[in-house]
């Protein structure tokens, strides 16, 4: 089974694939979305690792860069050459391009779409969403909601709640009793609808396929309901790979699954401009991909992982000319 890596590249047009898959469909998915990553973003956390072990100029390896399969991908959606979040997952997760700031909706608005995600849990398959950011914003909401605005959180997470799907993990809700906090408590619907949730890391390490649905929502949140960055959690915090591992457990049947993991804060560091924050948030989102290929290696036939990025942000460069273009990596240790 193909392990793909691609990455947003905004004015490149599409290309027909070298090569036509012929074989099995797969039974395990697992599509990582590092929100805001472009090809810099991890080439600078290339080189940060190289610099802290090696002196000569070069690259070391991440767990995806070296996937058998790459490629490049246009983002412009269908009213700008820029995109945002929303549309540009609306458009991975069902092939259709829409205005930014809708989910899973064409154009006009109203039409809703069908994510990957929704087929998957319609074939009869288990389905995980894991985040570092809210479940609600606009990566992870594109597998289950359909809304006009992607800032309609009340309403995106009543549709979390609808959609049957087996595991939601990471970050919290942003407007769990609505807007003017007079809406029913998002969490009573869930335990209505079958759910466990769990809000400590000694609940979440006690989860089990026996669990059944699961919200497991990271004990140390930001006020925004996002998990800290990666250069502030502590060291007994949960992480991306913790999540992605308890998925993996809670998900694995013999009918499969599809889980899509993102690293969102990925993009929050990158608008900051926050160099050393990308470069941790990256290397935390490699190292949850690497729970997947530990599984992959046990299916190879079976196991797809495709990791890809929404957009790029923030104009990261390697060097400039006012430094004669040279790298101080060590600086952002």
């Not at 929100?35 to 810099?40: L, S, T, V």
């Not at 700031?101 to 995980?128: F, I, R, W, Y």
């Not at 497991?216 to 006020?223: G, M, P, Q, R």
Request: with cysteine.
């Amino acid at each position: 089974m193909v392990l793909l890596f691609s990455f947003s590249g905004g004015w490149v047009g599409a290309q027909e694939p070298s090569s036509e898959y012929s074989g099995e469909p797969a039974r395990y998915v697992f599509l990582f979305i590092g929100d805001g990553m472009g090809i810099d973003h991890f080439s600078v956390t290339q080189v940060y690792l190289n610099a802290l072990e090696e002196k000569n100029v070069g690259l070391k390896e991440l767990s995806f860069t070296s996937f058998p399969a790459a490629g490049l991908v246009s983002t412009f959606d269908y009213g700008s050459y820029i995109t945002d979040s929303s549309s540009a997952i609306t458009a991975i997760l069902t092939g259709e391009k829409t205005y930014s700031g809708v989910l899973n909706m064409l154009p006009d608005k109203s039409t809703p779409l069908v994510s990957v995600a929704e087929m998957a849990k319609e074939a009869g398959m288990k389905v995980g969403v894991v985040t570092s950011v809210s479940l609600d914003h606009a990566t992870p909401a594109a597998c289950y909601a359909h809304q006009p605005s992607r800032n309609n959180f009340y309403e995106i997470a009543v549709e979390a709640t609808q959609s049957d799907f087996d595991y939601f993990g990471g970050g919290g809700f942003l407007q769990p009793r609505g807007k003017n906090n007079d809406q029913r408590d998002i969490f009573e619907i869930f335990a209505e609808n079958g759910y466990t949730v769990v809000r400590n890391r000694e609940d979440f390490e006690k989860l089990t396929p026996q669990s059944g649905k699961v919200v497991a929502i990271n004990a140390v949140l930001d006020e925004d309901q996002t998990m800290p960055y990666e250069i502030d959690r502590e060291e007994n915090d949960l992480s991306l790979a913790d999540f992605t591992r308890k998925g993996i457990e809670l998900l694995d049947n013999p009918e499969g699954f599809f889980m899509l993991v993102e690293g969102g804060k990925i993009d929050w560091a990158a608008h900051a401009n926050d160099a050393a924050t990308v470069i941790r948030d990256v290397l935390a989102f490699g190292e949850a991909i690497e729970e997947a290929i530990k599984f992959y290696q046990q299916h190879p036939e079976e196991t797809l992982i495709v990791v890809t990025a929404d957009h790029e942000t923030g104009g990261l460069t390697l060097g400039f000319a006012a430094t004669g273009y040279s790298l101080y990596p060590e600086v952002l240790q």
